[in-house]
């Protein structure tokens, strides 16, 4: 049973004044052009923006389209980046209730959302049928990691099973810094997925479970890598009334770990160009802005640029809301497209701080043969330890 109140839903969708300023509006002062990543690298219809898709969640919910699959399309090709939130004159928040529609229509059709639901459920991650592997990463790091300590490493599904340089970069930081720290042994998911695309009850019992298991192990902090995990855990579960420890996400913690434990960074080059990605779950949803950037600055020889969107107004990745996996190219084409903005800069590396998007910018990169470095920031950090 959904928790949502029909009526205020439609009368905030209502609220959109159809100016489509949520398309490709450019505020130079702001840093805005182009507004919505999926209009921008798409063949640019109505529905690909969201003032066309308020339309048709409008019609779907009124009774005046036809609850079919196809009919609900448009509510799926959307990042849910919240740029267009950020610019919005209405007072409404077009993001969220896009988020509350696709709830709300949970009964259409829908099987790319429905198998990720069911992996998450029996196995604990969206990408295999076995939730053993979120731990093999840890027999590639060189020293036993504890299955407990005073702070719980969070992988997260994608670090996890997909880049695991970022959890042996991360473990590796820990342990040089002195940090009791501990690893579970079969994680569970956050289920952001299951969120963003319209689950709410599975999504409910999955925090349920993960609530659960913090205190049958006596987790008091959380620490992630995951921009995604960590908007869901200390957003969304306080939502659902589900309770668990207080979570961090690495660059909130390091900066003061490097300070205090005095550990030395030595150069990784001279000069050398890198630009920043904010991902939408870290910057525009929690406001982690500086952060990133302070680690950055840290690591001698590198040179910090930003790209011509950044912070509130930074282009999405390509990979959120579901995307990557409804529309795998046009994620992908999304993804190239802000690769070229850091070609625009002149920048040697894409730094950014959640694994998701460095996962879909390696595909964007890959996509136009950019020989541009996507790296997660404690992997600069893992390599310039002394």
Known sequence: M???????????????RRCGICRNAVYEDRGFDGVCPVWKNSYGFETSFMR???QVALALLEGTLERTAENAEALFTCTLCGNCTEICAAEFDPTDCLEKVREVLNEIPNDVRDELTKRIMEYNNP????????????????????????????????????????????????KAAGVDFGVLADEPCCGSVMLRTGRRTDATLNAEKF??????EGIKKIVVTCA???????????????????????????????????LKLKPLGRDIKVTYHDPCHLSRALGLYEEPRDLIKMIPGLQLVEMETTRETAMCCGAGGGLRSFDSELSKRIAADRVKSAHTVEAEMIVTSCPFCEHNLKEGARKINSSVRVVDVVDLLAESLD
């Open 2 to 16: 959904t928790e949502i109140d029909l009526d205020d839903l439609i009368e905030n969708l209502m609220q959109c």
């Open 52 to 54: 066309g898709r308020i």
């Open 127 to 174: 990408y295999t049928e076995s939730g053993l592997t979120k731990r093999d990463w840890t027999a590639e790091v060189g020293f036993e990691i504890p299955l407990k300590g005073e702070i719980l490493y969070y992988t997260g599904c994608t670090a996890a099973t997909k880049l695991p340089n970022i959890a042996k970069s991360t473990v590796k930081i820990l």
């Open 211 to 216: 609530a659960e298991r913090m205190r049958d």
């Open 228 to 262: 995604g995990c960590l908007n869901t855990l200390r957003e969304d579960y306080p939502k659902l009334k589900v309770n668990i420890p207080e979570a961090k996400h690495v660059v909130e913690v390091l900066p003061r770990i490097i300070r205090e434990k005095k």
